[in-house]
């Protein structure tokens, strides 16, 4: 089965390469493409944050596996496979991310906590709603507090 996807909007913001850390600081402007509509985004503002979905255009092919690896390299950490990680190097190389919606422009959103890089292709935005969140604890190990100590600050 062969997929094809066209983006719906672009990133625009001042993180020019990948980099695993200090997010929180980007502020970024996601931009409608020229074929969609203004107005897929009315109602949206009634909404305090956004899941966008996008990809990772500039993993390359050859790291666009599955894998078998120590989160971020670090030996330090278990082994794990690409499914119990959040990293780029993914088959498909899609990203998944909630944001904090700022402010919405006629043909654009200022978001923050979007961990894309300048020129991303936007694939999705969905408004967050309790009624999909998670019901009951979520659970992690450990590791990812290692991992995730300075992604947002």
């Known amino acids: 089965m062969n997929i094809q996807l066209t983006p719906i909007a672009y990133v625009k913001n001042t993180r020019k390469e990948v980099k695993d850390d200090d997010w929180s600081s980007i502020i970024s402007e996601i931009e409608l493409a020229d074929n969609i509509i203004a107005e897929s985004l009315e109602g949206i503002t009634e909404f305090s ?19 078998y690896r120590h989160p971020r390299n670090d030996t330090t950490l278990p082994k794990l496979g690409t499914y119990a990680q959040r990293n780029k190097n993914r088959p498909n190389k899609l ?31 969905k408004p967050v709603m309790l009624e999909f969140a998670p019901k009951g604890i979520i659970r992690q190990p450990a590791w990812t507090k290692v991992i995730m100590k300075n992604y947002w600050t």
Request: glycine share 4%; proline share 4%.
């Open 49 to 67: 944050h956004l899941q966008v979905i996008f990809y990772m255009d500039k993993v390359l092919d050859e790291k666009a596996i599955a894998q």
């Open 95 to 125: 990203g998944l991310t909630t944001v904090e919606l700022l402010e919405r422009k006629p043909r654009s959103l200022i978001v923050k906590n979007l961990d894309a890089i300048d020129g991303t292709p936007v694939l999705d935005i």
